[in-house]
């Protein structure tokens, strides 16, 4: 009988052995299958679950990216969730993903060495290749936000050659770039340390003090680009992100024109 060999599932204890945060992963699920853990954490999210609240899947059945996208999430990848109770307006929250992305490149560059870029709004590339994306979801009450869900989806030992054509090309992995597998556990665990001194500065402080940092490990600014919203599509050069975390657009006729959501597409 042949034994196929699977990765060895990363576990909670593993996990707190390298944490350093005070409430991110500090109540933790590690399931081995769920549907997607944004709609696990969402859930528990509702029912009061407490801040910093983590959960991890070995597997997603219904992984999701942005515009319901199908995210693909087989065994040995990082898809996990992170419940946030920020005291933000709901026009902030898409800010989260921004200073989520500095976070995630930081500890890439740190770990590995990899020249880990954001794409903007929610993509982790090396090249041109994405491994990371990041997708945040909130509930709200009148103007104040009362939850958001926090979704990444790293792929950390995960077998692109597997995934669909049309994936596959704009597509990498940890295990690709470095020609060997990584400890999942300690990578999570790095990227929750991260995260966590990130968030606490953007809670109190705002977005402002991340904008020139996220610059300059963006991989979109000084580029052109098409961005594609639910009404149409903007194409310029990208040439800077604001205070505010909107992404300012110089079209060819010289007018400018400032996004705070959509699809991007770089155009070279
Ligand atoms: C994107 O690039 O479009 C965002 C992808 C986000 C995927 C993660 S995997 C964990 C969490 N659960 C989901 O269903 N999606 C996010």
Redesign the pocket.
């Known amino acids: 009988m042949v034994k196929i060999k699977s990765p060895k599932a990363f576990t909670g204890n593993e996990l707190r052995k390298n944490l350093k945060t005070k409430y991110f992963g500090r109540k933790d699920f590690f399931l081995p299958k769920v549907d997607?853990?944004?709609?696990t954490a969402k859930k528990m999210a509702r029912e009061g679950i407490e801040e910093g609240t983590l959960i991890v899947s070995e597997i997603?059945e219904?992984?999701?990216?942005?515009t319901d996208?199908e995210?693909i999430?087989p065994i040995g990848g990082i898809?996990?969730?992170l419940v946030l109770r920020p005291d933000i307006s709901p026009e902030q929250a898409p800010q989260i993903t921004l200073v989520a992305g500095i976070a995630i490149a930081n500890v890439i560059h740190r770990l590995y060495n990899l020249d880990a870029r954001i794409k903007w709004p929610?993509?982790v590339l090396i090249g041109k290749r994405k491994f990371c994306?990041?997708?945040t979801e909130m509930e709200a009450r009148m103007d104040r936000v009362t939850f958001v869900v926090m979704?990444?989806?790293l792929n950390a030992n995960v077998d692109i050659d597997g995934f669909p054509e049309e994936i596959k090309e704009g597509s990498t992995s940890l295990e690709r770039e470095l020609g060997r597998k990584v400890n999942r556990a300690e990578l999570l665990s790095e990227i929750l340390n991260e995260l966590e001194k990130h968030y606490d500065v953007f809670v109190k402080n705002g977005f402002k003090e991340f904008a020139s940092t996220w610059q300059d490990m963006s991989s979109t600014i000084g580029k052109k680009v098409r961005i594609v919203q639910k009404d149409g599509k903007i194409e310029g050069e990208a040439i800077k992100i604001t205070g505010e975390g909107a992404l300012m657009i110089k079209k060819e006729d010289g007018s400018i024109e400032m996004v705070i959501a959509g699809g991007c597409l770089h155009l070279e």
Do not use: A, E, M, P
């Open positions: 997607s853990t944004n709609d997603q219904k992984g999701r990216g942005r996208r995210w999430s898809w996990c969730s929610n993509d994306g990041i997708l979704g990444i989806g």
